[in-house]
């Protein structure tokens, strides 16, 4: 079967790094994203990993390990505008991604 | 280069109405997704279309629901005989050809919110 598990929700101080993990299940796969989506809008792409390790971006890092079917989305010098949920989702090979229900982060001051 | 577009952006229904939702893939991409979310819920894989063919239909709901990618003009997503469970956001979303075995980033429409009274 297909599954991923990530916290439901988190909270996090202006300034400071938060780590959001994400486990999964999959009889495929070909890649895993991360995706933000404020209340209301469109997820938005923040970082792909399809080989073992870590990825930077910035602010943001992305890490994976395919042996243990885990991923982690890394955040630094949060700010505000950071509060969001965060998605986590693997290609399954094909052109279908899984999403999991999603990691709503509470960046407060 | 004009993103990934969905129309209408709200849309009230009553119960036993006919829902149509519109998605415009950007321009260039030939593959179409449509998700289903829940408030404060994940995203839903419903189907996912190319140009005149469905190719994975496998969340879709059995009944009611049907979607279509024709030659020309926008995905449509078609919800028949709407219930009150059928409120939530639909998202479209859209990806260049080629990605096959790669990379397939997915860039996302800013959704049709319905509401079935």
């Known amino acids: 079967g297909q599954n991923i598990d990530q916290p439901t929700e988190m909270t996090a101080t202006e300034g400071a790094i938060v780590q959001i993990n994400c486990t999964y299940q999959?009889?495929?796969?070909?890649?895993l994203f991360w995706y933000q989506q404020h209340a209301g809008e469109a997820p938005t792409f923040l970082s792909y990993?399809?080989?073992?390790g870590l990825e930077e971006k910035g602010r943001f890092s992305s890490f994976l390990s395919r042996s243990k079917g885990y991923s982690y989305l890394l955040l630094k010098e949060l700010q505000m505008k950071d509060s969001a949920s965060y998605l986590c989702?693997?290609?399954?090979?094909?052109?279908?991604?899984?999403f999991g229900a999603g990691t709503r982060l509470f960046v407060k001051a | 280069n004009a993103g990934v577009m969905q129309n209408p952006r709200h849309l009230v229904r009553r119960r036993g109405q006919e829902a149509r939702l519109r998605c415009s893939p950007m321009?260039?991409?030939?593959?179409v997704y449509w998700y289903r979310q829940l408030p404060e819920e994940g995203l839903k894989f419903m189907v996912y279309?190319?140009?005149?063919?469905?190719?994975?239909e496998s969340g879709m709901p059995k009944e009611r629901f049907s979607a279509e990618f024709p030659k020309e003009g926008p995905s449509i997503l078609r919800i028949q005989q709407v219930v009150r469970g059928d409120s939530a956001a639909y998202f479209c979303?859209?990806?260049?050809?080629?990605?096959?075995?790669?990379?397939?980033?997915?860039?996302f429409g800013p959704g049709t919110r319905l509401t079935v009274l």
């Open positions: 279309l190319q140009k005149e063919n469905i190719i994975d």
């Open positions: 989702a693997h290609n399954t090979g094909g052109f279908k991604t899984i």
């Open positions: 979303a859209s990806s260049p050809p080629g990605t096959s075995g790669r990379r397939n980033e997915q860039f």
């Open positions: 990993n399809v080989l073992d």
């Open positions: 999959t009889s495929g796969f070909n890649g």
């Open positions: 321009k260039g991409h030939s593959h």
